[in-house]
């Protein structure tokens, strides 16, 4: 079994690289409940065109932090992140409630600890070096990769 995540969307055309390879030089994913390949170059129209509309949101996101059991193996440069927001995923996917306890699904998105209804709101973080840390922690408890990315941008894709 690979330890990476399963990519839902083939895009882009050419060099299919996921996008917790840490030799992957690429920076930039798309996350709509599925991942994309890495890519270099963000072009939204091509986008629109491969990822079909539904009750999602497009996120666009650059590679900051590769854990592994704890650790982080993997910087990319980091440039302004003060004003910026982040998420994570695991690379193993992750069980959470649903309609308070009603439905269990499983997924790659780490929410916050203080979430409560599993919205994309409750997932990003405003600091870098609280999610990191949380981050950090939860890969070492769950033993599954994480990878802390940075919100280039996010859409509504209905």
């Known amino acids: 079994m690979s330890k990476y995540p399963i990519i839902t969307y083939d895009f882009p055309e050419g060099e299919k690289r996921n996008p917790f390879d840490v030799d992957a030089d690429a920076k930039y994913f798309i996350y ?10 963000i072009d939204f129209d091509k986008i629109a065109k491969v990822i079909p509309m539904g009750y999602k949101t497009l996120i666009i996101l ?3 932090t590769l854990i592994e059991d704890g650790v982080a193996v993997k910087d990319w440069l980091k440039q302004n992140i003060d004003e910026s927001t982040f998420l994570i995923f695991s690379a193993a996917l992750q069980e959470i409630e649903l309609y308070e306890g009603k439905e269990i699904v499983k997924i790659n998105t780490i929410y916050r600890p203080d979430n409560i ?12 070096e609280e999610c990191l840390c949380y981050a950090k922690e939860f890969s070492s408890k769950n033993s599954t990769d994480i990878l802390v990315t940075r919100v280039v941008r996010h859409e509504s894709w209905h």
Do not use: K, T, V
């Open 32 to 41: 709509a409940s599925g991942f994309s390949y890495l890519f270099n170059a």
């Open 117 to 128: 209804y599993n919205s994309f709101q409750e997932a990003i973080w405003g600091n870098y």
């Open 62 to 64: 650059e590679r900051l």
